[in-house]
C-alpha cells in the first residue's frame, strides 16, 4: 500500500468548511425543503403493544378543515417488501412496510396517516381518527436472559479452546451479570421526510445516514427502479446510528406523494422518536474470567441477549470486541435474542463494541479487585501479539501506549487501590480505567473530482456528513493532492445520484474515501495534463503527459518550477470548462481471508467525586487515549471523541428508556424525562491521540474516530463509582439510590 507520510493539510486543524452554512442557518436540513403546494402528514400510532386493529373509523378526520387524505392499510397503495440485504446493501431494520397488515407488533406502531394543508391540522385529525383494538398483554418482560418469554437460545459468536475447563480449574474467577437499558438516539435533528413526486420520479428528502442504501430500498418498497428514486441528505442534525437505515415514515411519506401528485412532509415527532425509528435495545450479559494468581487470563465467557421486536432479527453483537482485545487460550462468546413487542432497536453508536464493553471492562475491574492487581497493569498483562481469534497480525496496534499514556495524564500512579481511601476538598474520589477498541474498515467506495477553469474543484461522493466533518476532511484529501487551498474546494455529498459512497456508520467514512478520492483527483490531473500537451497555444503543447507534473495547483516540466502556470490558466487556453476523474476502491469487510485485524484502540480514565452527606454524585475529569491511526485533522477528530464521552456520562449515569409493562408505551418519551447528560454534566475532557498512521488501511493511514470514544467509558466510571463507594454497579444506569 502507498504511503503518504508529508502532507501540508493532511492531520492540520482544518476549521470545518461547512461551519459558515451552519452557523448561518443556510445548511438546508431534511425538513427545511419546502415547496409549492407542500401538504404535511401525521401518522396516526398505535395505542397498544399487541393485538390488532378491530376497526379504524376516519370518517370525523376526513371532514376536519384542511385535511386531503387518511390513509389506512386498505388504501395507502403498494408497498413491498425488501429483499433480503447483502453487503451493504439493501439494509432496513423493520422489514414489515407500514400498514401492511391489522397486527399491532408495537406501541407506537403506525397504523393510519393524515395529510392535511397545514401541520397543525394533520395532527388534529390523526387524534380525532377512531381506532379499536383487541387487546393482548404485550411481552414486555424485562429479564432477557434465561426468560421462559420467547427468549431464542443463545448461539456461539466465536469460541476457542475449552472455557469450561479452564473455569473449573481457574484460581481466581468473576462471573457477574450486567445488564442495560434500552437507550434512545435523540439526535436534535428529528428524524423527517420530504417526498416529491412528478408522475416518474420520487425526490426525497431524508434524515439519512446512508443515501444510495435509502435509495434503493425506497426503490423496491415503491416498486420502482432506483433510477425513478433519488434520495437527499446534504446535512444531518446527527444520527448516531438511528439514522442508518430508512424507517417507516419514509415509506409513508413516498407512499402519500404518489397518490396525491403534490409533495408531503412527514416530520416525527420527539415522542414517536421513542417507539418507531430504533433505538439501543435492553441487554443482558454474563460475563465470566479466569485467571492465574498472576493475572494471566486463561478464559473468557460472554453471554448476551438483547431485546429485539417480534418480526425482525437485530443482534446487538456484543461479542465484537472480546475475542481480540486480550490474550487468552479458551474464549467462549454467545448471543441470543429475547423478542418484546417492542419497535425494532438498531445500531446506537458503537453497537455491540459500547454494551459489550462495559460488561467485559467492567469484569476486569472487578477481577483486579480480586486479584489485588492495577486494573492498567492487569490489562497491559494480558496484552496480546496478534488477534488470536482470526489468527493474523494486527494492522497497528498501541493499546499497553494508550493504557500508560493515559496513566501518565491523568495522574494514575498516585491512586491508592483501598475504597474510600481518596478524598479532596471533603469528597471522595473515585478513579477507574477502562480499555476499548472499535473495528477500522473501508467500504467499497466511488468518487470524482473535477478541476475548473475558475481555479476552484470539485469533489462528489454519495456519502453524506452526520456532523463529524466529513465535508472537511474530503477536502483535505483534494487539497493535499491538487495543492488546490481547502477554500476553493466544493464538496458535494448526501446525494444518491452521486458517486455511491460509503454508509456514514462504523466509523468508516474517512478511511474508505480516502483512497477513491486521492485516486479521482489524481485521474482529474492526467486529464489535466493530456489538455496541456493537447491545447492549441499552450506552452506545453506537444510534450508528452509523463514529461509533466500537477503540484500546487499548477502544470509544470517535472522539477522544474519556473514552468508552472496555473490550471485555471491551462484550462483557459484550451478554452475547456473542467477536466474530471473518478476513483474507486475496494472495501476490507467480508474478506475471505483477511490480512490485518484492523482496529482503533484505546484507554479511557475516570474520576468521579462523590459527596455521601447529599448523595451527589459527578464526572469530574476524564483521560482519553486514541489510537486511530493518523488523524486528518485534530478539530473534528477531537470533538467527535469528547461528545462520545459525554454520550458515556449519560450511558453512565441517566439514559434509560422506560417502558409500561402494561401497555408497552416508552413513558419517558421527551427530553426531559428522558436524561442525557449535558453541558453541566460535563467534566474536564483531555484528549490525547497516539497518531500512528495506519498505512495498511490506506495511503493516508487514517482509521475513524466516530464511535471509539464512547466505548469503555461507562465502565471506566462503574469502577470509579466502586472505588469510591465499594459499591458495584452492574444495572445501568447508576442510580444514586444504588449508592445509600
Ligand atoms: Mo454508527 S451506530 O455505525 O452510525
Redesign the pocket.
Known sequence: MDQISESKIIGVATRRVDGPLKVSGAAMYASDHHFPGLLFAWPVCATIAKGSISSLDTAEAEKMTGVVAVYHRTNIGPLYRVPPASGFSLILDEKRPPLEDDEIRYYGQYVAVVVANTVEQARAAAESVKVTYNREKPDADSKLRGSPLTTEKPEEKSKRGDTAAALRSAKVKVDSIYTIPAETHNPIELHASVAVYDGQKFTLYETS?AVVNHRDVLAQMLGVPPEQVQVITRFLGS???GK?WPWPQSALAAACARNLRRPVKLVVSRQMMFQSVGHRPAIEQRIQLAADLDGRLTAIEQEYVNHTSMLDDYDEGCGEITPFIYSTPNLLVTGGLARRNVGNPT?????GAVPGLFALESAMDELAVSLKMDPVQLRLKNEPEIDESLKIPFSSRHMKECLTTGAERFGWANRTAEVGSMKRDGLTLGWGVAACAWLAARTETEASVELKQDGTARVACGTQD?GGGTYTVLAQIVSHETGIPVGKIDVVLGDSALPSGPI????WVTASVTPAVLEAARNAGQRLLLTAVKSENSPFKGRKPGELEFVGGMVRLKGQAQSAVPMAEVLRIAKINSVAGTGKSAGTLGAAKPEFSFHSYGAQFAEVTWQPEIARLRVNRVVTVIDAGRIMNPRPARNQIEGAVVMGIGMALFEETMYDRRSGAPVNNNLADYVMAVNADTPQIDVAFLDYPDYKLNALGVRGV??IGLAGIAAAITSAVYHATGIRVRDLPVRIEDLL
Open positions: 445516514q444520527g448516531f446510528g442508518l445500531a446506537m453508536r458503537g453497537p452526520i456514514s456508520g462504523g466509523s466516530g464511535e
